[in-house]
């Protein structure tokens, strides 16, 4: 008998390891960073590189929790968490930099990130009734149900969208970092020699990038190769 969750589990656990130790550094840059002054808070940051861009239109909103920044493309709204909305610090300017750093893309119709836009859906849909479809596939092809082999394709391809905005979502995030940096320093929001303790803040939140798109293409594999096997199995 096939354990799907235990083998799945194993076949995925450098990814989980890698993204508990992605996560520890967030939180552990956040906090140190958080402590380093900077010239202004995380909103002033953010609203000089969008008004330098010309993009008044875009609001910046604060909104509850810790570490919930995003930037909306459909509403044009950066939203900053409080710490990094009102904070005066090198984790408030460079997070909300970083967000910043979308909209700049959004205005440039930057194309990896109308790509990973689109995808949205798909890997929504993917990630839910692609697993669902998978596990029901696999156990009516172990059971001899021959419909199975179909169910099972269909949900590895559904999961496949989860994959793709995933590694789609890669460059977006590290593009999305390299004009925060590179706006801090040329609107002289920050120095040179502060250029570090951003880094470092934007460098742990892309290890949490990369480990959750080393888990989405290993439980893809995963789920290939158990396909594979069990169609095997079954001709």
Known sequence: MFFFDFMLILFTLPAVLLALFAQYRVSSA???????????????????????????????????????????????????????????????????????????????????LKIRNMAVPAASIGSNFG????????????????????????????????????????????????RAKTELLNLGIISGPELPYVSKVLNAAALTYVAATLHSVLTLAYYAMQFAGASGDRE
């Not at 909305?85 to 979308?102: N, P, R």
């Not at 199975?148 to 394709?153: N, R």
């Not at 949900?155 to 994959?163: D, K, N, T």
């Open 131 to 178: 697993m669902m479809a998978i596990m029901i596939g696999f156990s009516l092809l172990f059971a001899g149900v021959a419909l199975g082999k179909g169910i099972m394709l269909l949900g590895i391809l559904m999961f496949g969208a989860v994959v793709v905005f995933q590694l789609v979502n890669l460059p977006v995030e590290f593009n999305a970092s390299s």
């Open 30 to 112: 956040y906090r140190e960073m958080s402590q380093i002054q900077a010239r202004m808070s995380g909103f002033h940051a953010a609203r000089k590189i969008l008004d330098d861009a010309g993009l008044y239109d875009v609001n910046i909103e604060q909104i509850p929790g810790e570490m919930s920044d995003h930037y909306d493309p459909r509403e044009k709204v950066l939203r900053l968490s409080p710490g990094v909305y009102q904070g005066y610090s090198m984790a408030a300017v460079g997070i909300a930099a970083h967000e910043a750093g979308h909209a700049l893309q959004d205005a440039k119709h930057y194309a990896p």
